[in-house]
């Protein structure tokens, strides 16, 4: 797929979850062959030759060789591995590999029945404490799971920029919202590199199963930032890389740990870890 500035990203058609052994494998296999979103991977054969390509004109593939994404000595290298997990992009950020995004083919996944009873956004929504009126910013929304519940916490008063860089996500998130008549969304089409926000102008940004997929965390996390009101919060939910039992692909969930390292080097300070939900981290952070 490309992103609205044209730029190669690597999507992956399946959604994260992780098969259980023999049953899970039967389940995946039918799955792939009756669900019309097949396991493919748009642009993704064309993405990692690019990669390669860029690499090997400058001579900086060789396994574990850093390129800096900005300028010298800004942020931490990101690195490009030719042996990598099949469901990553082959670049790393500081220890971690990037997961290939989830598709927009895999939407019926964001909006399956059971997520309720395996999720409980409900908790999600009370841990964030939010008001009427407030400006909140749901980045990588999605076909909009969450966006509808957030615009009805802010009510009228308040907005919801839900930002993506799928524009097929977009579609199914605002005929949605369409149907169901809520007007205090704003879908914004973001780059891999910026979400596209007016300056200091959100209270709170939520990110749920998200960050993991960003191509450039750190130029993400920065345009974040500067989007964040002064004291905003910024919200990570991410399945808890460090237990095994949560049934997601290994680079889809993330350790506390590594969140806190990775959003360490951005204007922010982290205020607490909730961990209220069944499977994933609730991480707060706030605006320096
Ligand atoms: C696993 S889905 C989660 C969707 C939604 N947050 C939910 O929980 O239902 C991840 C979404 O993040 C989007 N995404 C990935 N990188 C992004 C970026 N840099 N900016 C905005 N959205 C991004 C993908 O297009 C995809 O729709």
Known sequence: ???????????????????????????????????????????????????????????????????????????????FHRDHDPDGIGKFYLGREIAQVMGHQAADWLERPEREAEEKPGLLLEALKLKVGYVVADIGAGSGYYTRRLAKLVGQNGL?????????MLELLTNKMAELNIRNVRAVLGTITDPRLPASSVDLILMVDVYHEFDHPYEMAQALCAALKPGGRMVLVEFRGEDPKVPIKPLHKMSQ??????????????????????RQHIIFFRKN
């Open 160 to 168: 919801v920029y839900a930002v993506d860089i799928q524009p097929e």
């Open 257 to 278: 740990a590594q969140v806190r390292k990775e959003l360490g080097v951005a204007p922010l300070e982290w205020v607490e870890t909730s961990e209220v939900m069944p």
């Open 1 to 79: 797929m490309t992103d609205a500035q044209g730029n190669l990203r690597r999507t992956l058609g399946t959604p994260p979850f992780v098969a259980v052994p023999l049953a899970g494998l039967l389940f995946f296999k039918v799955f792939c062959k009756l669900c019309p979103m097949k396991p493919q991977n748009p642009g993704g054969g064309s993405s990692q030759l690019l990669v390669l390509l860029i690499c090997s004109l400058t001579g900086s593939a060789a396994s574990g060789q850093a390129i800096s994404p900005g300028p010298a000595g800004a942020a931490p290298p990101y690195e």
